[in-house]
C-alpha cells in the first residue's frame, strides 16, 4: 500500500468544491472536470507545505484556468445549433444544497461578461474576499466590486422568489410528465401559467425545438399534438430528480430518446420548462441510471 500523501488528501477534499465553481463557471460537468484535473497537475508541481492557505491558491488556480476555458466556450456558443442549456447537474435526494444557484441563474450568468461572472461567482455564491477575487482576476478590489454589482443587477431577475420544497416539487414534476405524456389539456392548464415558456436543447444531435415555445396556449397545443402522432406508449418515465436546484424527472421519449426536464416553479405554476435532449450532456444521467450511453440523431 502506498504511504499517505497528505498534499493528494488535502486536494481532495478541496475537490468536489472546485469541481462545483468551475461547472458554475463553464456550465459543463466534463469542462469543470478538466479544469480541476488541470489545477491539480499544477498543485502537483508546488510544495504544498510553503503553500499558506491551500484553500485560496486552489481555488484561485481552478477560476483562472476556468476563465480561459471560459472565453473559448463562449465563442463556441454564439454558433451552438439552438438553445443552449447548462449540462444537467444532478443533486441526490438527500444532499443539501450547496450554493444558491438555480438552472434559472445559471441561464442569467450567460448574459455576463466572462470577468463579472467571475467576480459574481467567487464573491456572492462561493465567499470569496473581495481582496483574494481582485488577486485571481489580477485587478483592483474596486474594480472587482464594481464588476460585482453590474453582475447582480443582470441576474437580480433570475433569482428565485419562490422557494419549492421537495415534495411539492416531484409532485409537481411527476403531474407534468403524466399531462404531457397523455396531452391532457385540463391537467396542463392547471399546472402551466400563461406566460410559460419551454426550452429545449439537441445540439444538432437529436430532434429538439430550436427556438423557444412562448405562452400556455402554444405549449398546450405542443403536448397534445405529441401525444396524437406518439401515443402515450412512446414516453418513458424512468425518475424523479432535481436539476440545479429545480424539481424534475428524466425520461425515454419516442422509446429511445433520453432527456432530462427541469421546471422553474412560481406560486405553485410551472413558468419555464428546460429540456435537455443533447446525448453529449447526459452521458453522466445515463451512467447514473444504469443505461447505454445516448447518441445518435432521433
Known amino acids: 500500500m502506498s504511504p499517505p500523501d497528505p498534499a493528494t488528501d488535502l486536494f481532495e477534499t478541496h475537490r468536489p468544491r472546485l469541481v462545483r465553481l468551475a461547472y458554475r463557471m463553464l456550465g459543463s ?9 488541470n489545477a491539480w497537475l499544477r498543485w502537483r508541481t508546488v510544495d504544498a507545505a510553503q503553500v499558506r492557505e491551500p484553500g485560496a491558491w486552489l481555488t484561485r488556480t481552478t477560476s483562472r484556468l476556468a476563465l480561459d476555458v471560459l472565453k473559448s466556450a463562449r465563442a463556441r456558443r454564439e454558433t451552438y445549433f439552438g438553445a443552449w442549456l447548462p449540462e444537467p447537474f444532478i443533486e441526490a435526494e438527500a444532499e443539501p444544497a450547496q450554493d444558491s ?27 470569496v474576499g473581495f481582496d483574494e477575487v481582485a488577486t ?29 420544497g421537495r415534495e411539492e416539487g416531484d409532485r409537481i414534476a411527476r403531474a407534468f410528465f403524466d399531462a404531457s405524456r397523455s396531452g391532457d389539456v385540463d391537467a396542463l392548464t392547471h399546472l402551466l401559467s400563461e406566460t410559460a415558456v419551454v426550452r429545449a436543447d439537441g445540439g444538432g444531435k437529436v430532434i429538439a425545438f430550436r427556438n423557444p415555445i412562448d405562452g400556455l396556449a402554444r405549449i398546450k397545443r405542443l403536448y397534445t399534438g405529441l401525444h ?11 425518475r424523479l430528480l432535481w436539476i440545479d436546484g429545480l424539481p424534475g424527472f428524466v425520461s425515454l421519449e ?20 428546460f429540456i435537455t435532449r443533447n446525448p453529449d450532456k447526459l452521458a453522466r444521467v445515463a451512467a447514473e441510471l444504469g443505461l447505454s450511453p445516448p447518441g445518435g440523431v432521433h
Open 29 to 37: 460537468v466534463a469542462e469543470a472536470e478538466d479544469v480541476v484535473q
Open 101 to 127: 444557484l438555480t438552472l434559472t441563474l445559471m441561464m442569467a450568468l450567460e448574459r455576463l461578461s466572462p470577468l463579472e461572472r467571475a467576480a459574481f461567482l467567487l464573491h456572492d455564491v462561493f465567499g
Open 136 to 164: 485571481t482576476l489580477d485587478r483592483d478590489a474596486a474594480a472587482v466590486r464594481q464588476l460585482a454589482a453590474r453582475a447582480r443587477r443582470h441576474v437580480q431577475d433570475a433569482r428565485p422568489r419562490y422557494v419549492v
Open 228 to 238: 396524437r402522432k406518439y401515443g402515450m406508449d412512446s414516453f418513458v418515465f424512468l
Open 254 to 273: 419516442r422509446g429511445r430518446v433520453l432527456q432530462t426536464t427541469a421546471l422553474n416553479i412560481e406560486d405553485g405554476r410551472i413558468v419555464e420548462i
